[in-house]
């Protein structure tokens, strides 16, 4: 099987190699791409040296499957270029995600959903997988009634360049330099928190980023308007590793100790809950890893039918990569590594 990694040279995609290296995923042959500046460029996987390629029609040609992450003017053009070319297409960015014949997976939550796909199967948000890592087995338990997110987003969520500017305006703002330069975000990140994700887009009073979380959980867990959803995302200076304050109300009771119960026995899941003793999820800690740590597991005393729990997961791992090559295995597994309907996805 040959296997295109798309956006090879960013975050998410270099976090793609190291993951299908490391569960040795059945590829004859991995290729990545990336934009002309960096074709030819030589990048490592495992042993071996790749050469990075630029997508054209001649180069994309007898791919099987593609995991891309070159960000979603890139998808919107390519995937379909790619599902006509007879490539399955596995997307982390947001472009398809809401696109009524493209499958959204959490692999452990909903994977029957990548049955039906038509060529192109996308990843979903990395803020909402790590909520929903939590949100899905409750929700299978006791029924979701409400849920409020609070989200404290790493930079590496953002990219390469955001990285970055972190570290740059740390070294500076270190150095005694208050004002420095400000490129990604629309303030200084460094010894900051920014209630802003994304962008205001056509007045909207929430971000891009929170319509996402809440579209997107509402789609993969298959909720009416009924549930009531609502986030607020933030940035914190913190390299990688996304952490949640999650509020959620259910249907049926549910105990602190229940809930601890059903999300220990969850695959993917790692309670880590003593706060006596300090133990609670960190980002430090869920950073490198692909399960999800909740804990902070507690009755909101507002409400007797709704617990706060903290989250804290690796947005490049389960929040994307290791999402990505997990939909890559069940579609190898599932044999639904097919020939898909480019006509579906005209951009
Ligand atoms: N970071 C996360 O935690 C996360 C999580 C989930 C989803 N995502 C999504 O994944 C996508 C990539 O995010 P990232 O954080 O990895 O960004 P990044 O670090 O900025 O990497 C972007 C990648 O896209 C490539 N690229 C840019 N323009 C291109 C073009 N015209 N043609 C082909 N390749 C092009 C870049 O290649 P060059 O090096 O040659 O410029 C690079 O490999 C975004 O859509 C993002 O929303 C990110």
């Known amino acids: 099987m040959r296997v295109g990694v798309l956006g090879a040279t960013g975050a998410v995609g270099s976090t793609i190699l190291g993951v299908l290296a490391e569960r040795r995923f059945p590829a004859s042959e991995v290729i990545p791409f990336a934009s002309e500046r960096s074709a030819g460029r030589s990048i490592e996987l495992g042993e071996e040296e790749l050469e990075v390629r630029a997508l054209d029609e001649e180069t994309i040609k007898g791919l099987d499957l593609v995991l ?24 982390n960015t947001s472009y398809w995600r809401m696109h009524e014949d493209v499958p959204l997976v959490v692999v452990g939550v909903n994977d029957e959903a990548a049955e039906h796909h038509r060529g192109i199967v996308a990843n979903p948000n990395c ?19 409400r849920v409020v997110v609070s989200s404290y987003q790493a930079v590496s969520g953002t990219g390469q360049k955001a990285i970055e500017e972190l570290r740059h305006q740390s070294k500076l703002v270190l150095e005694g330099d208050q004002s420095p330069p400000a490129t990604v975000y629309p303030h200084r990140i460094a010894f900051n928190v920014l209630p802003q994700v994304e962008v205001f887009a056509d007045g ?15 789609k993969i867990l298959g909720l009416g308007e009924e549930v009531g959803i609502s986030a607020t995302c933030a940035r914190v200076p913190v390299f990688t590793g996304h952490s949640e304050s999650v509020n959620v109300q259910t249907r049926e009771d549910l105990s602190p100790d229940a809930c601890r119960e059903l999300l220990a026995a969850a ?17 430090i800690d869920a950073a490198g890893r692909d399960d999800v740590l909740v804990g902070r597991i507690r009755r909101d005393p507002g409400h007797e039918r709704c617990l706060n729990l903290w989250v804290a997961g690796d947005n490049l791992r389960k929040g994307a990569a290791t999402n990505a090559v997990q939909v890559a295995e069940l579609l190898v597994e599932r044999e639904l590594v097919r020939r898909g309907d480019a006509g579906l996805f005209q951009a």
């Open 68 to 91: 891309s992450s070159a960000g979603g003017a890139v998808s919107a053009e390519w995937a379909p270029k790619l599902v006509a070319a007879g490539a399955v297409v596995v997307d």
């Open 127 to 145: 803020t909402t997988m790590v909520a929903l890592m939590a949100l899905a087995p409750i929700h299978r338990a006791a029924g979701l009634e």
């Open 204 to 218: 909207d009073d929430y971000t891009t980023e929170e319509r996402k979380v809440m579209a997107e959980t509402r």
């Open 267 to 283: 695959t993917g899941v790692v309670v880590d809950d003593d706060p006596a003793a300090g133990r609670y999820p960190l980002a």
